[in-house]
């Protein structure tokens, strides 16, 4: 069927690749469109709040970042099936929350969930920067950390800082490549910024020590999709 002008694809139904716990994993969950910004603190806090209740064991949110219409977040599970139970826990607790905050009833997240999983330490500092400065690839404003993120809570920016009184949303990372693996290629700098497709690096993203600071720069970065239904979700 012929996609609708503006729209965009849903993620294709295949065969989901085998997951180990060694490997993180970058999710994006999309937002119905008729649910208006992610970003509002109201809303915002609703899916913040989801991810530390996750019950699942052997999942883990470690980081995330709430865009106007959807949310990338970087997880550890333990296998494929681990990591479709996590996200469908924090999909189905986020869509109650955020229906509960604004008063709404309905269908929040889009179609299926998209993943990646991230091999080497130079992928999951992509990833890393991706996540956690996807603010300035929407909004060119943003200047800093991103308060939507869990960027306050990162302890891997060259210039350090205090991380707030609150308690992290998220998990501490277990997977050596997250904890410590990425920072072979240099620690981040609160100034760098994915690189836009086909765009060039800012000036702060071309000094930084890593080459490459967008998770997307290259499709051949990265292996294949790991995408799993949420269907029926709230």
Not at 16 to 26: G, I, M, Q, T
Not at 61 to 79: C, I, K, P, Y
């Amino acid at each position: 069927r012929k996609r609708a002008p503006g729209r965009r694809p849903s993620v294709a139904h295949r065969a989901r690749p085998e997951l180990d716990e060694h490997h993180p994993v970058l999710v994006t969950l999309r937002a119905r469109p008729q649910l208006g910004s992610l970003r509002t603190p109201r809303a915002y806090h609703a899916i913040a709040r989801s991810f530390r209740r996750c019950p699942e064991k052997r999942f883990r949110v470690v980081h995330f970042s709430v865009q106007t219409d959807h949310v990338h977040m970087l997880v550890e599970a333990g296998d494929k099936h681990t990591l479709a139970r996590g996200l469908r826990s924090v999909a189905i607790r986020s869509a109650l929350a955020l229906n509960r905050t604004l008063a709404r009833r309905g269908t929040v997240w889009g179609d299926r969930y998209h993943a990646r999983a991230l091999h080497t330490p130079r992928m999951v500092r992509n990833a890393l920067v991706y996540v956690l400065a996807n603010a300035r690839k929407h909004l060119r404003a943003v200047a800093g950390l991103d308060p939507c993120s869990s960027a306050a809570w990162f302890d891997g920016f060259r210039d350090a800082r205090p991380a707030p009184a609150r308690p992290s949303p998220t998990r501490e990372a277990r997977t050596w490549l997250l904890r410590v693996g990425w920072r072979r290629h240099g620690l981040l700098s609160v100034d760098e910024a994915p690189r836009p497709r086909g765009g060039r690096r800012n000036r702060q993203a071309r000094a930084a020590p890593s080459p490459r600071s967008d998770i997307m720069a290259s499709s051949a970065a990265l292996p294949a999709d790991l995408p799993t239904s949420l269907e029926p979700i709230l």
